[in-house]
Structure formats: C-alpha cells, structure tokens
C-alpha cells in the first residue's frame, strides 16, 4: 500500500544537473517530512535534505546549500531536489523517506518509517 519509488538518477559530469524525483502512493507527501538520504559503500546512511509537511519548509546539509532545491508537487504527490552544479562528492545512491519524526532530527534515518528502492547518482567526467 504505502510506496516510495526514486528516479531520474544517472551520469552526469562534474558541474551538470539532476532532477531526481520521489512519487509516493498510499499517502499524502504533504502528510509526512520527505527527507531525502545518500550513500555510498562502506559508509552510512547520510541525510541530505528534507521537506517538512504542512509548512512545507526545507532544510539542507551544508555541503549541498546553494546547489541542490528540494520541493513538492501536491498534485502529482512527489518530492523532488534539483541537484545542481553537482560534485564527484556527490556520487551516491540517493534515497527518499517518510516518516512523522522531530524536524529536528531530519538528518536520521530512525526517524523514518518509510523507504524507497534508491537511484543511483554518479558524477564524473
């Protein structure tokens, strides 16, 4: 019933853009903070970014302020970050989640109930 599904990830070089998207079915987007993860292997979950529901408010790691732009569509039930002027750093499985945790602790991944599959984001020339 509930369902996260990632896409729009892929090869891009160093200084190029994504738009990765997050659709969602079974619930409201607006209803959950979406947060959006990466990782890569050997390393742990990180937090990236996130959306909180009603207020809609976004929060950003320092790394990617500036650069990436998370938003909703409540129509089309998806959250999206625009990844701009990407890094080879940035080369990562991007994941999205849901969940009803403290906004203060957007950046963990125990505050979330719900996972996507994952796209893969791989930057370099």
């Known amino acids: 019933e509930v369902q996260l599904v990632e896409s729009g990830g892929g090869l891009v070089q160093p200084g190029g853009s994504l738009r990765l998207s997050c659709a969602a079915s079974?619930?409201?987007?607006?209803?959950?903070?979406i947060g959006w993860f990466r990782q890569t292997p050997g390393k742990e979950r990180a937090g990236v970014s996130c959306?909180?529901?009603?207020?809609?408010?976004?929060s950003y790691i320092d790394s990617v302020k500036g650069r990436f732009t998370i938003s909703r569509d409540n129509a089309k039930n998806t959250v999206s970050p625009q990844m701009n002027n990407l890094k080879p750093e940035d080369t990562a499985v991007y994941y999205c989640?849901?969940?009803?945790?403290?906004?203060?602790?957007?950046?963990?991944?125990?505050?979330?109930?719900?996972w996507g599959q994952g796209t893969q984001v791989t930057v370099s020339s």
């Open positions: 989640a849901a969940g009803r945790g403290s906004r203060s602790w957007w950046r963990s991944p125990y505050e979330y109930t719900y």
């Open positions: 079974g619930f409201a987007v607006d209803d959950y903070i």
């Open positions: 959306i909180s529901d009603k207020d809609g408010i976004t």
